[in-house]
């Protein structure tokens, strides 16, 4: 049994001093009930719970952790800038360079305004497309995830119908549907909006077609809007530049966030110079923006990318899961969906419409040391190696095995009801 009295009692505390016991993504509601809450410490590719349970992280904090938790030239890079003086002012030169590295990197991007959140830099991409064509609307990917402003809220408590105004939805990779989008937007489109590919949660993943992605640059080409690619998740696990870049669509403005910095707050938007006059133009800020110590992180952070082979040996490694679990869903005889790039893997279990499977397997892969999600994507980070890989693989062939003996007898999944509805 994994001890879980101290997250038990957090649970507790937390449930009179914290709405709804934990809010946002980090809220385990949507969980097995067995997935601990609170964390004490993480290093590498490992995390500690609260009650001290080692866990091999598949999670990377839903995105943040790319080179390994804790990394010391990245920590060192952080913690020696903050001593000397973080949030000040105003900036250090840190942010010229910053802007340079990054620009420099990204091959559309001529620009850059730095920020905390990715829900921050997506905003200011609305507003800049908005600012450059003095137009209101934008189209986006129904059921994509871009932040929890207002305007792109995925639940409508708190929210107005005027915050959600101006907006056209189209289907992912859906050429008919997105020229059917725009001319509904008519002489109004501001901007489209594009998920660098379909990484929505309770569902396969799915990658940019390139035709779709073309379309897309055609369409902003022929009626002056600009074309955002919302790179926040999946930026730097596909590609050491803007993730549509591997279907050689270059967008006006991307938005950066989540691992650039390995996981201290910072976010980012790129944009190419036609955009520059408008992104002067708009007022945007934040208190702690100009934060030192999280560029210092970023520009270690960037030079490991641009140094080290760490998106190709997170490939590799992901290739090696994805085949081994692959080899295993098939020897217990499981129809198991693995969707996404391998550095960003997602698992559904065929005929598993309340996540029924997903949640027992899932939990068997915790009792065995293993963090996985049963229905958002994952993430690998470049500290996993080969025997981390093997212990999944390790887990899941036993977490099959424990799930075909229970199969015929599992309870319905309660929380997840609402996806049958
Ligand atoms: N865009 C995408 C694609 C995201 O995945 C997220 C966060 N999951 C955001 C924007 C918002 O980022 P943040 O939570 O840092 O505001």
């Not at 379309?215 to 790179?231: I, N």
């Not at 930026?235 to 050491?240: D, F, P, Q, T, V």
């Not at 295993?328 to 129809?335: I, T």
Request: hydrophobic share 45%; net charge negative.
């Amino acid at each position: 049994m994994r001890a879980n009295s101290r997250d038990r009692d957090l649970r507790d505390r937390a449930a009179a001093v914290i709405p709804g016991g934990m809010f946002g993504h980090q809220s385990t509601r949507l969980l097995p009930d067995d997935y601990p809450q609170f964390f004490s410490r993480a290093k590498g590719a490992r995390l500690w719970d609260a009650d001290g349970n080692e866990l091999l992280d598949f999670m990377c904090a839903y995105g943040p952790n790319l080179m390994g938790y804790a990394d010391d030239a990245i920590d060192d890079a952080y913690v020696s800038r903050m001593r000397q003086g973080d949030t000040m002012t105003g900036p250090t030169g840190l942010i010229v360079e910053l802007a340079e590295q990054f620009t420099r990197m990204v091959t559309h991007a001529d620009w850059a305004i730095f920020c905390k959140n990715g829900g921050d830099a997506t905003q200011i991409a609305l507003m800049t497309a908005r600012a450059h064509t003095g137009r209101k609307t934008v189209v986006l990917a129904k059921g994509a995830y871009h932040g929890a402003a207002p305007w792109c809220a995925t639940r409508p408590n708190g929210v107005t119908p005027e915050d959600k105004a101006n907006q056209v939805f189209c289907v992912y990779n859906d050429i008919a549907s997105l020229e059917a989008a725009v001319a509904a937007a008519g002489d109004d489109l501001a901007a489209i909006f594009a998920a660098p590919m379909k990484h929505d949660a309770f569902t396969d993943q799915v990658l940019p077609d390139p035709a779709y992605a073309r379309r897309a640059r055609e369409l902003c080409d022929s009626t002056g809007a600009l074309l955002v690619v919302d790179d926040v998740r999946a930026g730097l696990r596909i590609a050491r530049d803007c993730s549509w870049s591997a279907v050689g669509v270059q967008p006006d403005l991307s938005s950066w966030g989540k691992c650039f910095a390995n996981g201290h707050p910072i976010s980012a938007l790129l944009g190419a110079n036609k955009a520059k006059r408008a992104a002067a133009q708009i007022f945007t800020t934040g208190s702690f923006w100009y934060q030192a110590a999280p560029m210092a992180a970023a520009l270690e952070t960037l030079r490991r990318v641009r140094e080290t082979d760490y998106l190709e040996h997170m490939e590799g490694l992901g290739t090696r899961l994805r085949d081994g679990l692959a080899e295993r869903a098939a020897a217990s005889g499981f129809g198991f969906r693995q969707t996404g790039p391998v550095t960003m893997p997602l698992f559904l279990f065929d005929e598993d419409p309340d996540l029924r499977k997903g949640f027992f397997w899932s939990s068997q892969m915790l009792k065995r040391g293993v963090y996985v999600h049963p229905w958002h994507n994952m993430f690998l980070c470049a500290a996993m190696t080969p025997a981390d890989i093997d212990q999944a693989l390790d887990a899941a062939e036993d977490s099959f095995v424990a799930l075909k003996a229970q199969a015929g007898s599992l309870e319905p999944v309660a929380k997840m009801s609402f996806l049958l509805a």
